[in-house]
């Protein structure tokens, strides 16, 4: 594999005697999209920040493109950065707010003009040059402040929570929008969310932190599907968390034992918390002779549109809850309400045991 285009190694930063990052090492190879994901106050922004130099890290180093810039200023540092605030320039014209990155740099009036015009109809707002950012939407100015990060043509975009600030379907239409036009740019890109869904459906990896450490860094698919701690399991999506006991080949969960696909890494005998996504709790298709199927009754349905969270409980289960995905269609063809009952089955090979 290439070298990385962005390492970070032992990166270190305390505020007095907190600590908010602690030991961070990680590798970004050029082209890919990576989101730090995590809850407030665990040291994700910090973390952007000290890539980007508007903050100084106590300790540890940061190479970009093979260039140590560890302690090199923010003038002289290959990025371009978005806020959530847009940080436009009120005063300024679109085409001025734009083209203040290459103004500064002493690019040609005529380059300049052209790569305006460029990237505004690149961000979807052709003819809006002249306007002023009051004149615009929220989404219009997150596009008019990404268009201007863009405008230096940087090696590194860094987006510091640029959505959340906006209406729900703007923000699910402009995180599209954003993910495509990295695509087509090829721009190395490290963007910091709380909201996982928007994590998940736009990064090639996600760094989940906790309390200035990261926890796992995989795929969406892995980060949802296969998580390696508690903490990404319970963060990650919905998830039923249940204490269970091993038992060889499967594990008890309430009066039943239960089949389970287990890596070896726990031993029988052992309590511990099985972690289950609700689609992995299946009320079809079931056929004679699978196992780990229950009969289960309806304790609660929240509807959520074409499909509902479903809360059921189990006699097998014992005082335990599960929450299932269970479509709308469903429930109406099964006549299915709270107190109907059906029969579920839990996926074997789905179980994430700690």
Same mark, same amino acid.
């Given at each position: 594999?290439?070298?990385?285009?962005?390492?970070?190694?032992?990166?270190?930063?305390?505020?007095?005697?907190?600590?908010?990052?602690?030991?961070?090492?990680?590798?970004?190879?050029?082209?890919?999209? &990576?989101?730090?994901?995590?809850?407030?106050?665990?040291?994700?922004?910090?973390?952007?920040?000290?890539?980007?130099?508007?903050?100084?890290?106590?300790?540890?180093?940061?190479?970009?493109?093979?260039?140590?810039?560890?302690?090199?200023?923010?003038?002289?540092?290959? /990025?371009?950065?978005?806020?959530?605030? /847009?940080?436009?320039?009120?005063?300024?014209?679109?085409?001025?707010?734009?083209?203040?990155?290459? &103004?500064?740099?002493?690019?040609?009036?005529?380059?300049?003009?052209?790569?305006?015009?460029?990237?505004?109809?690149?961000?979807?707002?052709?003819?809006?040059?002249?306007?002023?950012?009051?004149?615009?939407?929220?989404?219009?100015?997150?596009?008019?402040?990404?268009?201007?990060?863009?405008?230096?043509?940087?090696?590194?975009?860094?987006?510091?929570?640029?959505?959340?600030? !906006?209406?729900?379907?703007?923000?699910?239409?402009? @995180?599209?929008?954003?993910?495509?036009?990295?695509?087509?740019?090829?721009?190395?890109?490290?963007?910091?969310?709380?909201?996982?869904?928007?994590?998940?459906?736009?990064?090639?990896?996600?760094? &989940?932190?906790?309390?200035? +450490?990261?926890?796992?860094?995989?795929?969406?698919?892995?980060?949802?599907?296969?998580?390696?701690?508690?903490?990404?399991?319970?963060?990650?999506?919905?998830?039923?968390? !249940?204490?269970?006991?091993?038992?060889?080949?499967?594990?008890?969960?309430?009066?039943?034992?239960?089949?389970?696909?287990?890596?070896?890494?726990?031993?029988?005998? +052992?309590?511990?918390?099985? /972690?289950?996504? *609700?689609?992995?709790?299946?009320?079809?298709?079931?056929?004679?002779?699978?196992?780990?199927?229950?009969?289960?009754?309806?304790?609660?349905?929240?509807?959520?549109?074409?499909?509902?969270?479903?809360?059921?409980?189990?006699?097998?289960?014992?005082?335990?809850?599960?929450?299932?995905?269970?479509?709308?269609?469903?429930?109406?063809?099964?006549? !299915?309400?709270?107190?109907?009952?059906? *029969? !579920? @089955?839990?996926?074997?090979?789905?179980?994430?045991?700690?």
């Amino acid at each position: 594999m290439s070298s990385p285009y962005l390492r970070l190694s032992g990166i270190h930063k305390t505020f007095g005697t907190f600590t908010a990052l602690e030991g961070i090492d990680l590798d970004i190879h050029k082209g890919e999209f &990576v989101c730090f994901l995590g809850p407030s106050g665990c040291g994700k922004t910090t973390l952007l920040r000290i890539i980007a130099g508007l903050e100084v890290q106590s300790a540890g180093r940061i190479e970009q493109a093979g260039r140590d810039i560890s302690r090199l200023p923010p003038a002289e540092r290959d /990025y371009g950065i978005v806020f959530q605030s /847009y940080a436009l320039f009120p005063n300024l014209t679109v085409a001025d707010n734009v083209a203040y990155g290459l &103004v500064n740099r002493k690019v040609p009036k005529a380059e300049v003009t052209a790569r305006v015009k460029e990237l505004v109809a690149l961000v979807g707002l052709p003819g809006s040059e002249g306007k002023y950012p009051a004149q615009l939407s929220g989404g219009q100015q997150q596009r008019i402040a990404l268009a201007r990060a863009l405008a230096t043509k940087p090696g590194l975009l860094l987006l510091d929570e640029p959505l959340s600030a !906006l209406d729900a379907i703007v923000r699910v239409h402009l @995180r599209q929008e954003i993910r495509s036009l990295q695509r087509q740019l090829g721009v190395t890109t490290i963007m910091v969310t709380h909201d996982q869904e928007e994590a998940l459906s736009v990064a090639d990896r996600i760094v &989940v932190m906790n309390q200035g +450490a990261i926890e796992q860094v995989g795929t969406p698919m892995q980060v949802y599907r296969d998580p390696a701690t508690p903490f990404v399991a319970d963060f990650v999506g919905r998830v039923n968390a !249940l204490p269970a006991r091993l038992e060889p080949g499967g594990l008890r969960l309430g009066a039943r034992r239960f089949d389970c696909t287990l890596d070896g890494a726990v031993t029988a005998g +052992a309590d511990v918390r099985v /972690y289950l996504r *609700p689609e992995d709790v299946l009320a079809r298709p079931i056929a004679p002779g699978d196992s780990n199927v229950f009969e289960a009754e309806i304790d609660k349905i929240e509807f959520l549109g074409s499909y509902c969270l479903v809360r059921v409980k189990s006699e097998d289960l014992g005082e335990h809850r599960l929450t299932v995905y269970l479509s709308l269609n469903f429930l109406a063809e099964q006549g !299915l309400e709270v107190g109907g009952r059906l *029969p !579920l @089955r839990l996926l074997p090979d789905r179980m994430r045991v700690f």
